[in-house]
T-cell receptor
């Protein structure tokens, strides 16, 4: 039973198209994230939602728009795709607590490999 | 200068060797330190977690944090081919935002 699942796993598309990646977690976590991993394996946070509220919004082009319909889902829509958007996009979830230090443990999906031609 | 620096490797060692992986960082507010392991075509998974300075051991893995030097290490004893993966250090001041290193690719050969 997959804890964090993302679809699609692979996406090949033309420049200028619009595409979406979906993510669902069944861990009961309250926080979800989108990370981008480039070809050099550098993992950079893009967005984070806590109970459907946006809490982290890094410097990301407006063409990227996250949507969280409920705390178990976080989708990523990308408009007007560019060559530089080619990367692996990882969804992750965690449980944040106000009581004591957090482990900071993120549970990652298997990634969605986006190739823009 | 990146907040977290990590040698990308690749690092190739023979089976049974002791592996040392390191990261340096510049943000003195970091107090949670983690190592993630990422196999090819998979998502990262948490391997070790340390809060503030000190050592933590788990089987063949030992994580060390030296906050005075802003330096963290992961040691793997008796390395196995199954340890071949990319190892990413990660750290945060508040657990809601992790900053990752670029990852070190490790290859353990027979």
């Amino acid at each position: 039973d997959t804890a964090v699942s993302q679809t699609p796993k692979y996406l090949v598309t033309q420049m200028g198209n619009d595409k979406s990646i979906k993510c669902e977690q069944n861990l009961g976590h309250d926080t979800m994230y989108w990370y981008k991993q480039d070809s050099k394996k550098f993992l950079k946070i893009m967005f984070s939602y806590n109970n459907k509220e946006l809490i982290i919004n890094e410097t990301v082009p407006n063409r990227f728009s996250p949507k969280s319909p409920d705390k178990a889902h976080l989708n990523l829509h990308i408009n007007s795709l560019e060559l530089g958007d080619s990367a692996v996009y990882f969804c992750a979830s965690s449980q944040l607590s106000n009581r004591g230090p957090n482990t900071g443990e993120l549970f990652f999906g298997e990634g969605s490999r986006l190739t823009v031609l | 200068q990146k907040e977290v620096e990590q040698d990308p490797g690749p690092l190739s060692v023979p089976e049974g060797a002791i592996v040392s992986l390191n990261c340096t960082y510049s943000n003195s507010a970091f107090q949670y330190f983690m190592w993630y392991r990422q196999y090819s075509r998979k998502g990262p998974e948490l391997l070790m977690y340390t809060y503030s300075s000190g050592n933590k051991e788990d089987g063949r893995f030992t994580a060390q944090v030296d906050k005075s030097s802003k330096y963290i290490s992961l040691f793997i004893r008796d390395s196995q081919p199954s340890d071949s993966a990319t190892y990413l250090c990660a750290m945060s001041g508040t657990a809601s935002k992790l900053t990752f290193g670029t990852g070190t690719r490790l290859q353990v050969t027979l």
